[in-house]
T-cell receptor
Framework: GQNIDQPTEMTATEGAIVQINCTYQ??????LFWYQQHAGEAPTFLSY????GLEEKGRFSSFLSRSKGYSYLLLKELQMKDSASYLC?????????FGKGTRLHILP | EPEVTQTPSHQVTQMGQEVILRCVPI?????FYWYRQILGQKVEFLVS????????KSEIFDDQFSVERPDGSNFTLKIRSTKLEDSAMYFC????????FGQGTRLTVV
């Protein structure tokens, strides 16, 4: 199957930390992306994980466990501009398949 | 910084007409993709293209759709006989490792 599961919505407070989880079916897996998408705009690349472990890039980090079919995106020091949808996407064979996205609301 | 560019940014067309959406992928990338996003819905895979041919396509990508790489830089999506339900954002992407998206074409079929 193609299921990629992530929470529909999350809410966090400015300055805090939030973790957005993604689970996927492991067959044909070749890598995983996280994207940020503001309403009406294109997905913006955040991270790319191929091997197990944590990739850190500024305030954003992404983790992958291939055996568990699990990834998370960690956002630190949240800012109001981080209010957006966050999309988990899996490379499966020659396709990149997206989850439905997690809409993150940031409260002041 | 290299980027994926798409034209036009907006396209309004009458039902039944043909449209061609254009993309210039990042120059050294080998994999190209087209996606569709209907308003408020998820990003849906349409087709992937590698080594000058389609490598995978979804069930959405039926005979109404076709892709071409007419020269060394452009990558086009043709939609024949457009329907109201084809109204959506269409995104092109390219990658070797990391995948980058163009800004999209907003297609409105009236």
């Amino acid at each position: 199957g193609q299921n990629i599961d992530q929470p529909t919505e999350m809410t966090a407070t400015e300055g805090a930390i939030v973790q957005i989880n993604c689970t996927y079916q492991t067959s044909g897996f070749n890598g995983l992306f996280w994207y940020q998408q503001h309403a009406g705009e294109a997905p913006t690349f955040l991270s790319y994980n191929v091997l197990d472990g944590l990739e850190e890039k500024g305030r954003f980090s992404s983790f992958l466990s291939r055996s568990k079919g699990y990834s998370y995106l960690l956002l630190k020091e949240l800012q109001m501009k981080d209010s957006a949808s966050y999309l988990c996407a899996v490379i499966r064979d020659d396709k990149i398949i997206f989850g439905k996205g997690t809409r993150l609301h940031i409260l002041p | 910084e290299p980027e994926v560019t798409q034209t036009p940014s907006h396209q309004v067309t009458q039902m039944g007409q043909e449209v061609i959406l254009r993309c210039v992928p990042i120059s050294n990338h080998l994999y190209f993709y087209w996606y569709r996003q209907i308003l408020g819905q998820k990003v849906e895979f349409l087709v992937s293209f590698y080594n000058n041919e389609i490598s995978e396509k979804s069930e959405i990508f039926d005979d109404q759709f076709s892709v071409e790489r007419p020269d060394g830089s452009n990558f086009t999506l043709k939609i024949r006989s457009t329907k109201l339900e084809d109204s959506a954002m269409y995104f092109c992407a390219s990658r070797n490792g990391e995948a980058f998206f163009g800004q999209g074409t907003r297609l409105t079929v009236v």
